[in-house]
Nanobody, 120 residues
């Protein structure tokens, strides 16, 4: 079991920056992958960025070059640095952890989300 708590959301003007944090209740060293998803009003939840245990990263095309995902295993925290924010980035951002149990079953854990609003 792992609890995830997001923070860092808020209101920012277009072109501005925000840094989201996802604090895990236990070590993330053994977690296969952690990522950020977002859900805008009236839309489905989509992948924003993911980082694996080996620190490989992948990004949605819409955020590539603007967002950076990173992890600090010592602090049990994953970050999402968001630069050059656009109004279409407005959404609730969710932290995700994907892990494999000893039984082989893959388990997903989710935070409650943090709201990012990009508006002038």
């Amino acid at each position: 079991q792992v609890q995830l708590v997001e923070s860092g959301g808020g209101l920012v003007q277009p072109g501005g920056s925000l840094r989201l944090s996802c604090a895990a209740s236990r070590s993330i060293f053994s977690i296969n992958a952690m990522g950020w998803y977002r859900q805008a009003p009236g839309k489905e939840r989509d992948l924003v960025a993911v980082i694996t245990r080996l620190r490989d990263t992948n990004y949605a095309d819409s955020v590539k070059g603007r967002f950076t995902i990173s992890r600090d295993n010592a602090k049990n925290t994953v970050y999402l640095q968001m630069n050059s924010l656009k109004p279409e980035d407005t959404a609730v951002y969710y932290c995700n952890a994907r892990t494999s149990l000893e039984s082989g079953r893959v388990m997903d854990y989710w935070g409650k989300g943090t709201l990012v609003t990009v508006s002038s």
